[in-house]
Nanobody, 121 residues
Framework: QVQLVESGGGLVQAGGSLTLSCAAA????????MGWFRQAPGKEREFVAA????????YYSDSVKGRFTISSDTAKNAVYLQMNTLKSEDTAVYYC??????????????WGQGTQVTVSS
C-alpha cells in the first residue's frame, strides 16, 4: 500500500518560517516527481512546488517563488518544503503528491492526507 505521510504543519505568525516533510512508503518512487499542492478554504487546490527525482529540476508557482524551497532525499524517499516569509494567504492544507512527471499535467498518482498550515497576521 502506497503511503505519503506529511508532517510539520502548524500555526505560525506572518513573516515566520515552517518546514513541511513528506515521507513516501509502500513502493519505489525512483524516477517519480514529488511535490506539494495546497487548498485554502473555499478555494480550488493549487500547485505549489515540485522536484524531479534527481533533484536537478524544480518547479514553483509564482505565488511562492523566492519564499519557498523544495528539496528531496532520495535515500529516504522524502521531500521537504521550506517555507519562509509566510503570509496569511499561505494558510491552507498542504498535500504531498508523487507520480511520473507525465502525471503532473493532470494530477499526480499518489497523494498524502494533508497537513494544515495556518499563518496568523
Amino acid at each position: 500500500q502506497v503511503q505519503l505521510v506529511e508532517s510539520g504543519g502548524g500555526l505560525v505568525q506572518a513573516g515566520g518560517s515552517l518546514t513541511l516533510s513528506c515521507a513516501a512508503a509502500g513502493r519505489t518512487f525512483v524516477g517519480y516527481t514529488m511535490g506539494w499542492f495546497r487548498q485554502a478554504p473555499g478555494k480550488e487546490r493549487e500547485f505549489v512546488a515540485a522536484i524531479s527525482w534527481t533533484g536537478v529540476v524544480t518547479y514553483y508557482s509564482d505565488s511562492v517563488k523566492g519564499r519557498f524551497t523544495i528539496s528531496s532525499d532520495t535515500a529516504k524517499n522524502a521531500v521537504y518544503l521550506q517555507m519562509n516569509t509566510l503570509k496569511s494567504e499561505d494558510t491552507a492544507v498542504y498535500y504531498c503528491a508523487a507520480g511520473p512527471v507525465s502525471s503532473w499535467a493532470k494530477t499526480p498518482n499518489y497523494w498524502g492526507q494533508g497537513t494544515q498550515v495556518t499563518v496568523s497576521s
